[in-house]
C-alpha cells in the first residue's frame, strides 16, 4: 500500500501549485482522501478532504476559497489546486487515505500515508 504526493516546490506569493497524490497496491476507491501539512516546529495540520465519492470536501479555514481538493477519473487520485498562495502556506504537504469514506478533518482517522511533498512559498 502507497500513497505518493508529488507536485511541490517553490513559489512566489501569489502563485498558484496544484499537489498530486497517486495510491497504490489496492483500491482507494471507497477511500475518503485528505491533505495535511506540517510547517517546523509545528505540528501536522489538517488541509483538504474528499469523500470517497467526491461528492463531499471539507477544508481548513485558513485555506478555504484558496485551495481545492479532488478527486480523478480513476479515484485512486487526488489532488488540490492551491491558489493564491501566502508563505505561511509553506510546509511539507502529505496525502492520506481513510478507510471511513468520509471528507474526514482529524488525522486520526487517516491510517495510510504518503511520504510528502515540500511545498515554500517566497514573500
Known amino acids: 500500500v502507497q500513497l505518493q504526493a508529488f507536485g511541490g516546490g517553490l513559489v512566489q506569493a501569489g502563485g498558484s501549485l496544484r499537489l498530486s497524490c497517486a495510491a497504490s497496491g489496492r483500491t482507494f476507491v471507497s477511500y475518503g482522501m485528505g491533505w495535511f501539512r506540517q510547517a517546523p516546529g509545528k505540528e501536522r495540520e489538517f488541509v483538504a478532504a474528499?469523500?470517497?465519492?467526491?461528492?463531499?470536501?471539507s477544508y481548513a479555514d485558513s485555506v478555504k476559497g484558496r485551495f481545492t481538493i479532488s478527486k480523478g477519473n480513476a479515484k485512486n487520485t487526488v489532488y488540490v489546486q492551491m491558489n493564491s498562495l501566502k508563505p505561511e502556506d509553506t510546509a511539507v504537504y502529505y496525502c492520506?487515505?481513510?478507510?471511513?469514506?468520509?471528507?474526514?478533518?482529524?488525522?486520526?482517522?487517516?491510517?495510510?500515508w504518503g511520504q510528502g511533498t515540500l511545498v515554500t512559498v517566497s514573500s
Open positions: 474528499i469523500s470517497w465519492s467526491g461528492a463531499s470536501t
Open positions: 492520506a487515505a481513510s478507510v471511513f469514506g468520509s471528507a474526514d478533518s482529524s488525522r486520526h482517522q487517516y491510517a495510510y
